[in-house]
């Protein structure tokens, strides 16, 4: 009979950690931009404007991406399902938190299914999809192709009854939508799910043939984002308020 791998004797990979920091310093600056916004101080449009569009997606490729990679590399390390739902039970309890939140500070956009709701989901599937070897390469691909294909598809006049159920709140989860949503934060599975796939298909592929790159020592200087990186979700749940609060005492103050 074999024994559990204690939680502790798990080992970590820094430099995986240090990436998810890298987002995680990345994102800060862009929300702070943002909040800048938000109380006047500066004039952008985040919503439209490609210098502040793709920043956002790139800065929430990389933490889908690492999502993946680390799933990859709990499920090769033989994490047990009670294991993964107690860390997914905290992703959704956040989750649940920042739509409340978002509720009460913008109740006509608040988020339902932001990064967090959307990662909840998508950590199910990838779990669940993590021993289809090289398969998830395309399958990512796939979910990231058929997002734009299903647009131009559901633009036609066809396809336009289908095309405003799928717009609605219950089914624009999914991502195959022709008009975004009016909320603060929109990931859906279409074609964020991609993203994680590929996550899921570097974590597997590194861990079976290239372990010595995840045991890679990172520079001295780089450290501290390895650290951020393994704090990624307690930090995601108290950036903004500090940032606006920060915001909020200075406008006060200013006064």
């Not at 800065?59 to 739902?85: H, K, T």
């Not at 984002?225 to 920060?246: E, N």
């Amino acid at each position: 009979m074999h024994s559990k791998t204690p939680v502790s004797a798990i080992p970590r990979f820094d430099a995986v950690d240090a990436l998810r920091g890298l987002a995680i310093v990345w994102m800060t600056a862009f929300h702070f931009f943002f909040d800048l916004n938000q109380f006047g101080y500066i004039k952008q449009d985040f919503y439209r404007d490609p210098l502040w569009t793709w920043q956002r997606t790139l800065i929430l490729s990389l933490f889908l991406f690492c999502a993946g990679v680390g799933q990859a590399i709990a499920v090769n390390q033989g994490q047990s399902w009670p294991r993964f739902w107690h860390r997914w039970a905290r992703v959704m309890g956040c989750a649940l938190l920042v739509t409340a939140g978002s509720w009460w500070m913008y109740p006509q956009s608040f988020i339902y299914f932001g990064v967090l709701q959307g990662m909840a989901l998508m950590l199910i599937i990838a779990r669940l999809t993590a021993g289809w070897g090289r398969w998830l390469w395309l399958l990512g691909a796939i979910a990231i192709g058929l997002k734009f294909l299903a647009v131009d598809i559901l633009e036609t006049a066809a396809m336009s009854t289908l095309a405003d159920a799928l717009n609605t709140a219950q089914f624009n989860w999914l991502g195959l939508v022709t008009r975004k949503p009016i909320t603060e934060d929109y990931v859906p599975v279409l074609p964020w799910l991609g993203v994680m796939w590929w996550g899921v298909a570097a974590g597997n592929w590194l861990t079976k043939t290239g372990v010595g790159r995840l045991s890679w020592q990172l520079p001295v200087p780089s450290r501290p984002l390895a650290t951020l990186g393994r704090w990624s979700l307690s930090y995601y749940m108290l950036h903004q308020p500090v940032l606006i609060g920060v915001l909020m005492a200075l406008a006060w103050l200013s006064k």
